[in-house]
DNA sequence: ATACTAGTTGCAACTGATTGCAGGAGCGGC
DNA sequence: GCCGCTCCTGCAATCAGTTGCAACTAGTAT
């Protein structure tokens, strides 16, 4: 747990409290390589403090969540994911043939995002997005029975 | 019950069995207008045949929706919400602050899967999306406190 | 009509995630 | 340093959805 610091002055500017609990969740999604489930944040923090419940991670990444802390993406693998929102910013390419992920550069949705705000008026966030298909190789194995 | 020839038609050519809980299944949301929870299937199935199960609901929306049959959609209520694909396809902007859902046409997403599918090969299903996001109201009243 | 087989069902147990609540703790003000 | 308001935590109960399994059945072949 260190170089918090700014992370902490986002929660209290927010009307948040920077619990010791908090700090060890956020500790490991920063420390983490790429996604986390709850459960796999919720065994890293039990090791320095048993007590901790799996309601709080929950309710931890859920307020780090609103404040565009983390990011949460369902992988299709029946576990949500949580990872800390990085630079550089990016979605999934998920086929549901092999259940191979490529990643995506923001600025496609960008573009997508930015049509529907001038056309619209409705902002969206699109911010981190797992978009299921068929990759080019099971395309090519045309074995996709799909209709 | 009626006139579901074609979709029995669909099931069997895909190695699929046409139960009676699955064709009741299927009235329940081809007569429903817009989206129905598994609950509220379980329920209108119940009236005619109270022995269902809810997994058979969750598994037969689950087939359906391998075959593009029904589209899937999680509002972000909790429960996940189903609806028979029809001529129209199209994808909701749901608004965080107030909750309200608009329509947007598919013609943005289909721009977008031509352009991903160009570029990296990988073909994406884009068929029902639910984007989330402000609505211009909210946006005009500045509520939405977001960091 | 009968038999066979692969897909399907209902049940019960289970998993991931959420919620209500009473006690506890952070943090801004004095 | 202490107070008090508000937010947060752990617990237990609960909800939505999934899975393993044995019994059953639709659809095909005979």
């Known amino acids: ?7 902490v002055q986002v929660l209290r500017q927010t009307g948040h409290k920077a619990t010791p609990q908090r700090l060890m969740i956020l500790s490991a ?7 986390l489930t709850a ?5 890293h923090v039990k090791l320095d ?11 931890t ?11 949460e993406t369902d992988m299709g693998t029946g576990e949500t994911t949580y990872e800390w ?3 550089h910013r990016h979605h999934h390419l998920i086929c549901r043939s092999c259940d191979s992920v490529a990643s995506l550069d923001h600025r496609y949705l960008e573009d997508l995002g930015a049509e529907i705000l001038d ?11 797992a978009i299921f298909g068929a990759c080019k190789d099971c395309q090519a194995r045309a074995d996709v029975v799909s209709r």
Do not use: N, Q, W
């Not at 999604?29 to 996604?35: C, F, K, N, P, S």
């Not at 403090?49 to 309710?59: A, F, K």
């Not at 990444?61 to 990011?71: G, I």
């Not at 056309?119 to 997005?129: C, I, N, R, S």
């Open 49 to 59: 403090y048993p007590y901790v419940d799996i309601s709080t991670v929950y309710r």
């Open 1 to 7: 747990m260190s170089c918090e610091v700014e992370t």
């Open 39 to 43: 459960a796999e944040i919720f065994d």
């Open 119 to 129: 056309e619209t008026g409705f902002k969206p966030d699109l911010d981190h997005f």
């Open 85 to 87: 929102v990085r630079a």
């Open 29 to 35: 999604l920063r420390h983490a390589e790429g996604h």
């Open 61 to 71: 990444v859920t307020v780090l969540k609103d404040l565009r802390l983390v990011s």
